[in-house]
């Protein structure tokens, strides 16, 4: 098992581009989580997505921020208009159970978002 | 809110010495709290969750619901737990992680 895959893991966008962020997660997980980490900073969580639904979306920003997880394919985090605030670290997690007592989530490498 | 704060960003010791990170968190549930590390170019790994009463690595960490801390420790620290540590307070469904801004650990020889 290859683990949690996340593509591409380094991604430079001029202000104004869209950023498009991927996450293949564990063979065998349907639950998908998206997190942020500024620099000096702690992983802040975004989103939560079950295959073809979003459950927890009160970590996202509401503007320009979207993102997905569809029946075929992997998760897509998707930040339009990007601006030199956007410039962090994103993790995706996996897990087999969405939730409950002790579940495990499994995290990717990042991706690093660099805003010029 | 929940919120876990870890005081030491950075934390130095020699091998062989004695080891805490220190972790306190903010929650009006019934904490869920886990410690994740970091090893240098590797992802982000479950080192241990409070819920199992168990030991990795021979890391430990027990749940101080009077003082609200969840601090990680190790007797003997060896090398190959430098690292960095981050502390993480689950709701009550552990959907969501928040996640202290970490602990770089060093281990001098």
């Known amino acids: 098992n290859a683990g949690v895959m996340q593509n591409p893991r380094h991604l430079v966008r001029r202000r104004g581009q869209e950023a498009r962020l991927r996450c293949s997660p564990m063979?065998?997980?349907?639950?998908v989580y998206w997190y942020r980490q500024l620099p000096e900073e702690g992983l802040k969580f975004m989103v939560y997505?079950?295959?073809?639904?979003?459950?927890?979306e009160s970590g996202m920003p509401k503007e320009r921020f979207s993102a997905e997880f569809p029946k075929e394919g992997p998760s897509i985090l998707r930040i339009q208009q990007v601006v030199r605030g956007d410039s962090a670290a994103y993790f995706c997690?996996?897990?087999?159970?969405?939730?409950?007592?002790?579940?495990?989530?499994?995290f990717g490498p990042g991706t690093r978002l660099t805003v010029l | 809110a929940q919120r876990v704060t870890q005081p030491e960003k950075l934390l130095s010791v020699f091998k062989g010495a004695p080891v805490e990170l220190k972790c306190n968190y903010s929650?009006?549930?019934?904490?869920?709290l886990f410690w994740y590390v970091q090893y240098s170019r590797q992802r982000l790994q479950l080192l241990l969750r409070?819920?199992s009463r168990e030991s990795i690595k021979g890391f430990t960490a027990d749940l101080n619901k009077g003082e609200t801390s969840f601090h990680l420790k190790k007797p003997f620290a060896q090398e190959e737990d430098s690292a960095m540590y981050y502390c993480?307070?689950?709701?009550?469904?552990?959907?969501?992680?928040?996640f202290g801004s970490g602990t770089q650990l060093t281990v001098l020889p």
């Open positions: 997690a996996s897990s087999p159970i969405g939730g409950g007592a002790g579940n495990e989530q499994f």
């Open positions: 063979k065998g997980h349907s639950h």
């Open positions: 997505l079950q295959k073809e639904n979003i459950i927890d």
């Open positions: 929650y009006s549930g019934s904490p869920e």
């Open positions: 409070h819920i």
């Open positions: 993480a307070l689950g709701d009550g469904s552990a959907r969501q992680l928040t």
